[in-house]
């Protein structure tokens, strides 16, 4: 494809684009297709024809986004948003259009460049020191997965650089919580230190948060039993409900046995922006990196994963290879971000965090973060003001996590069974409706809803609307 | 930014990207700026003004543009080629406008199902079995990395879900040679097999393939020590010299001791859409994973690295996470890809593989593959012919290593100090004038230079012109 043909059929890409986002509350929450469904719009064989753009779009139109889940749509109340402001998407179009190679500094110093440039002002933004360097990862996920390798390498003083993890004779435990996000205990499984050394730190049975004497205890008794207590998780916004595990007490109690840090913040890191929720993570100073994710409730699109790390060159020893025909004149001047993870090469990410900056501004974010939280604040209010309806988690910032309790027949309470089933009938039949979606979760080994507001469009009146789909959907049909 | 900002803007755009890339012949290859200097460009704070899209494009232009190295550029020989097809930008636009979210099946539907798509088609188009399935991952590196958590858990049944690697008490071994990517050391490194149990197989002096009765008295003599032979990673077309490893043969002696075989052909894969190629992975078919990326030759933009695997149950029983939160009424019933590799959260990347097959055609890239292979050899017939020009390795594909044998002085031969002397000078002249670029490397303890021919814009003139460049840089100044 020439430029000038990429510019025609651009023009009208953008159109399609503009339309499609302008429309998206006509079109259903949650894609209304069948397991297969999508697939079988396609040939088996690998196709032979070509086509034009605007047969493209049509067939883009008709087969494929029936099958699109609209996380963009303002009645999505599942999972955490996933927003997508429409500023990060240019720059998501700015990097592919350029199709710069990010290898080495010297592959697109740019790349490198603005990469720094932007997560030192993300730093700023969330009132971290300048103690912290960042970097942009695809997902929390593989910043927890690098957290658990830097923490087995440090708490070994880097074995993988003779015998291996096999050739260390004591016991590597890793301490979280049974509120961690998954991508916690899979992180340390791949790392391989073994589901029986992943340590499940006692609740708080209210907050849902880490209790530190739970932790300075089973750290305690691991070191008693010459087990190293090698790294401990804390999450700040947990997934199930937004518990916020105590960061300073956390790092306090690691630091007694050198154990390393790392901060899960994927989602409530967008609250750091406003500096009225910082003490939600105090002490996170204390820590030894930071995970959190623009792409979500700020809206930068995906991928774009914040990671922080303090000590940048135990970091690059433990991921750094440094082949010859990446070597250049400039090393050891410039950073290379291949050596802050797994992927040798990357996307000019940076781009998506610039335009979003620049063409929204982040206090276009800090206002709809706030008018978020605020909604949030108002539905748990509305919820817990009715007797059938229980707010089972406190609400920190915008996940209200909820639950109905059917009117008692006999007299008699509903058995777990019976409210598990309830519970995933009536979101379920929304759900399934695509006039919205939330997100059905266990939450002390029962069904609950959680109800994630923070979608770009998602305004007071979306809330309220919801508010009565779940009135509806409870009554018995 | 609302849809009509973002379509008055995204036009805007469009046209900036369709000029860049129609413009690209006349700007250097290599960046030609310092360390630190587009950095500077940037205000040290977070920004607080907002700016317009005109002017935005005008800082893109200014600030940026001047720091990325044109790997899109005719004139560039560097590294792998790491072209980004226009009609895969597009799909690639697609994607971001669509703004879709790949944590579950439910959560992008036609994400998940695209991907099988697309990915069963590549299959086809490279000959592979239906006993393989797919995925697109970021990198090839980022697949080795799966790779070897596979081979280590594999080694172990499993032992990540029981007491973790450490207390495995047989040593267990990786074997590869010193060829292969640097990515394949990293990955073993950082599954824990320690640098002790890298096993480098001694490779043909002539075509820096791995010797299988090597590997086979390394592997037997492991096994009669009491350690296990884990896994093999084979390369086709290495990134030093493109040398082939004789796949058919590693995955016999591997069976042996019930080894896993990673295939890296992340490159040469490309090649494989030639029946006339296929040759070179011969046996791949015993192998457990192969990974080849589309973002290189193929020129799918970047990121878009393909990942099969034979033994799905496997890989998910490793990779999978099952949390409440992401369970639907389809579990069960269809893939999902978060159980596929490390992070959870996915991009809609079959759209560029999807958009670059649909407009530009397979046809068009396997002529530009073919075009691509006779202007490397016309190369290296032009180089052969020299007196002071060596050939260093063979050239099965479209990368020629180079070295040039300035004239004697005093009837005695250049040292090696001198030679490498010589040849870093002369290929870093070019490189810095920005008329072309190469990638210097070590071959043998001695640095040589790859000149490898690839890019959609590199026709056969450019070939002469560099030539011509060599030619003149290797004169006494």
Known sequence: MTPEEFRAAGHQLIDWIADTRSTVESKPVLAQVQPGEVRSNFEVNA???????????????????????????????????????????????????????????????????????????????????????????????????????????????????????????????????????????????LAGFGWDNIVSIETDPRTYAMLPEALANAMQADADNNMTPAAVVA?????????????????????????????????????????????????????????????????????????????????????????????????????????????????????????????????????RVRRDIANAKWFEAVVASEPDWEVCAPVDLQTVCVRHHPPQLNGSPASTEQLNAHTLEWVRKINRSGDAYMSPSILDDQWMVRVSVGVELTERHHVERLWGLMQSAVQPS
Not at 94 to 112: K, M, N, R, V
Not at 264 to 284: F, S
Not at 286 to 309: E, R
Request: hydrophobic fraction near 40%; charged fraction near 15%.
């Open 47 to 189: 196709p032979t024809e070509l086509v034009g753009i605007e047969d493209l779009l049509t067939e883009l139109e008709n087969n494929i986004m029936p099958g699109v889940t609209n996380v963009q749509h303002p009645m999505h109340f599942g999972w955490f948003p996933s927003n997508a402001s429409l500023s990060s998407v240019l720059g998501d179009i700015a990097s592919s259009g350029i199709g710069s190679l990010g290898i080495s500094w010297e592959s697109s110093p740019a790349l490198t460049e603005v990469e720094e440039v932007v997560c030192d002002w993300m730093r700023q933004l969330v009132g971290l020191s300048d103690a912290w360097h960042g970097a942009l990862n695809d997902t929390a996920s593989s910043s927890c997965m690098v957290a658990m390798l830097v923490a087995r390498e440090r708490a070994t003083n880097l074995v993988q650089n003779r015998a291996g993890t096999q050739s260390v004779e004591t016991p590597m435990r890793v301490y979280t919580t049974a509120q961690a996000h998954s991508s916690v205990a899979k992180a340390a499984l």
């Open 235 to 367: 999450s700040v916004g947990t997934t199930g409900t937004t518990a916020f595990d105590p960061v300073g007490e956390i790092v306090e109690i690691a630091a007694r046995h050198n154990a390393f840090v790392h901060v899960d913040a994927a989602q409530a890191g967008t609250a750091m922006l406003l500096p009225e929720y910082r003490h939600l993570w105090n002490g996170v100073e204390g820590a030894d990196c930071v995970a959190w994710n623009p792409h979500k409730w700020m809206g930068t699109i995906l991928d774009t994963s914040l990671f922080y790390m303090r000590d940048v060159d135990l970091l690059n020893r433990i991921m750094s290879t440094n082949p010859s025909y990446l070597m250049s004149a400039a090393d050891g001047q410039v950073t290379q971000y291949r050596d802050w993870g797994i992927p040798l090469g990357r996307r000019f990410r940076a781009l998506k965090l610039l335009f979003h900056l620049r063409l929204d501004g982040i206090e276009s974010v800090k206002d």
